[in-house]
Nanobody, 117 residues
Framework: QVQLVESGGGSVLAGGSLRLSCVVS????????MGWYRQAPGQERRWVVL???????KIADSVKGRFTISRDNAKNAVYLQMNNLKPEDTAVYYC???????????WGQGTQVTVSS
């Protein structure tokens, strides 16, 4: 069973930084899209940043200039560097991965990020 293992959440003050990591449990699976979603209390889960193996990246306007995605395709790993965090970034962050053509999609267990002012 394929799993996405996340790490790196926590609590920081506004203006601080955190780095999230996510690794697919099976390194030999053909993953194309990887990225991060987040869900704040009382809100729907929303995408934050997505990328594919060709290097194409889509990033939400709310985090542009502050969040950076990186990948290690050989390890099927994705990272999210979050700088200048704001209280509105507080949410549970979910790692996402998909095979080509979205034939299979996978989600991490979620990691809490709390930013206090």
């Amino acid at each position: 069973q394929v799993q996405l293992v996340e790490s790196g959440g926590g609590s920081v003050l506004a203006g601080g930084s955190l780095r999230l990591s996510c690794v697919v449990s099976e390194s030999d699976i053909d993953i194309n899209a990887m990225g991060w979603y987040r869900q704040a209390p009382g809100q729907e889960r929303r995408w934050v940043v997505l990328s594919n193996t060709l290097g194409s990246t889509k990033i939400a306007d709310s985090v542009k200039g502050r969040f950076t995605i990186s990948r290690d395709n050989a390890k099927n790993a994705v990272y999210l560097q979050m700088n200048n965090l704001k209280p509105e970034d507080t949410a549970v962050y979910y790692c996402y991965a998909a095979t080509p053509g979205l034939s299979s999609e996978y989600w991490g267990q979620g990691t809490q990020v709390t930013v206090s002012s």
